[in-house]
C-alpha cells in the first residue's frame, strides 16, 4: 500500500515538475510569471485526445502533433502578447503578467468551443500496460513519466551550462541590454525560450491524459496554479528546485489523500506557498540569482 502510494506520488510529482521546468524557463529569462502555461498544458492533452481518439492515430503521433501546436503556441503568445509590452516605454512591470491572464482565459473559452466541456476520455494500450511486482502494480506509464521528467531534467541544465544558445539565454535573463550589445539575439533567444516552455507544457498535457485518462477544459487553471506553487517552493528560476518542488507536492498531496483528509489536497500547494514565503523567501533551493542566470 505504501509503496503504491510512493509511486503514484512520484508519477504526480513528475507531471508537476515537467509543467514547473517550463514556467522557470520563462521567469528566468523575462522575469514573469507566464499565467497561459497551464492553458498550453491543457491544449496539449486535448491534441493528444484528437489524435488518439478523433483521429485514431498512434501515441507517437498525439506527442508530434502536441509537440507541434504547442510550439505555434508558444511563438504566437510571445510575438504579440509579449514582445510588443517589451518595446514600450512606461508600460507597468505587471502588464506582461496581465497578458498571459488575458491570454489564458481565452484559451479556456476556445477550449470549449473546440474540444467541448465536460470529462475527455483519453484511451491508450499503452496506459493499461503494467508490471506485476509482488502485490504491487506498476503501470509502464508511471515510469516514463518519471524517467521523462528527469530525462528533461537533466538535457534543460546541460543545454543552459553547455551550449551556445544557453548561454545566450543565461546572458538574456541577466539583462537584456547587455546581452544585445555583446552580440547576442536577445529577440530569438526569448522566442526559443518561450517556444521550449510550451512544449514541456503540451508534453506534461500528454502524459496527464495517459496518466489519469480525463482530460477537460478546466485542467489548466488548477495545473498553472499549482506550476506557480512548486517553483516558488523550490526556488524561483531554479531548475532542479522545480523538479525537486514538483515531487514535494506531489507526494504531499498523494499521502494527504491516503492518510488524511482528500478535501485539503488542492490547499497543500498553496500553504506551501505560504509557509515557504515566510521561512525562505527565495525557496528551499533557491538564492539571491536564480540556477538559470549563473
Known amino acids: 500500500m505504501f509503496l503504491e502510494q510512493l509511486i503514484n506520488g512520484l508519477t504526480l510529482g513528475s507531471i508537476y515538475a ?6 522557470t524557463l520563462v521567469f528566468g529569462v523575462l522575469g ?6 497551464g492553458e ?6 486535448f491534441i493528444g485526445v484528437f489524435v488518439t481518439s478523433s483521429l485514431k492515430g498512434p501515441l507517437w ?7 507541434l501546436v504547442t510550439a505555434i503556441m508558444g511563438y504566437l503568445l510571445e510575438r504579440f502578447a509579449l514582445r510588443p509590452l517589451r518595446h514600450k516605454k512606461g508600460v507597468s512591470h505587471l502588464a506582461p503578467l496581465i497578458s498571459t491572464i488575458g491570454v489564458s482565459i481565452f484559451l479556456e473559452n476556445l477550449s470549449h468551443h473546440v474540444f467541448g466541456a465536460g470529462n475527455h476520455p483519453f484511451r491508450t494500450s499503452f496506459a493499461e ?7 504491487i502494480t506498476v503501470y509502464l506509464v508511471q515510469i516514463v513519466i518519471f524517467i521523462i521528467s528527469v530525462l528533461l531534467m537533466i538535457v534543460l541544465s546541460l543545454w543552459l551550462a553547455k551550449t551556445k544558445a544557453g548561454k545566450a539565454l543565461r546572458a538574456t535573463s541577466e539583462n537584456l541590454e547587455t546581452a544585445s550589445i555583446l552580440g547576442v539575439n536577445t529577440k530569438r533567444t526569448i522566442t526559443t525560450t518561450v517556444i521550449i516552455a510550451s512544449v514541456m507544457g503540451g508534453i506534461a498535457g500528454i502524459l496527464v491524459g495517459m496518466a489519469f485518462n480525463s482530460v477537460t477544459p478546466q485542467m489548466g487553471l488548477s495545473m498553472g496554479l499549482k506550476g506557480l506553487a512548486i517553483i516558488i517552493l523550490g526556488g524561483m528560476g531554479n531548475v532542479k528546485g522545480a523538479m525537486a518542488g514538483g515531487l514535494i507536492l506531489g507526494l504531499a498531496e498523494t499521502f494527504i489523500v491516503v492518510y488524511g483528509d482528500s478535501g485539503y489536497r488542492d490547499a497543500i500547494a498553496f500553504i506551501a ?22
Open 273 to 294: 506557498i505560504i509557509i515557504i514565503l515566510l521561512l525562505k523567501p527565495q525557496g528551499l533551493f533557491g538564492s539571491k540569482m536564480s540556477d538559470v542566470r549563473r
Open 32 to 37: 514573469i510569471i507566464n499565467m497561459a502555461h
Open 61 to 67: 503521433l498525439a506527442f508530434i502533433a502536441a509537440v
Open 129 to 135: 500496460i503494467n508490471i506485476q511486482i509482488g502485490s
Open 18 to 23: 515537467i509543467v514547473a521546468l517550463g514556467f
Open 40 to 45: 498550453i498544458f491543457m491544449f496539449g492533452a
